[in-house]
């Protein structure tokens, strides 16, 4: 999808399977935001489950105020008039 980044889900978590702390994952998430206020992003993933994670490790991080674009890829990728790129930039 133009413009999308990508987060894993699991560079969010620590030990356990616990959310790192506010603060680190602060900063992990405003480097993938990269200049994007957390409120004009919008979080997708595949099928739309691990974007919910994203959503709430934003709120975790003190990041408020992003979308869910619950279709994710899946729904994206069904139309082929939607641009789509691949590749190191967005």
Known sequence: ?????????????GAGNRFLPAAGLRVALEAS????????????????VTA???LLALEH???????????SWSEWCSDPARPVRSGASP
Do not use: E, F, K, W
């Open 1 to 13: 999808m133009p413009g999308a980044r990508n987060h894993p889900y699991t560079t969010s978590l």
């Open 52 to 54: 919910c994670h994203a």
């Open 61 to 71: 991080a003190g990041l408020p105020g992003a979308r869910l674009y619950a279709g």
């Open 33 to 48: 935001l990269d200049g994007v206020p957390p409120q004009r992003a919008i979080v997708m993933c595949g099928s739309g």
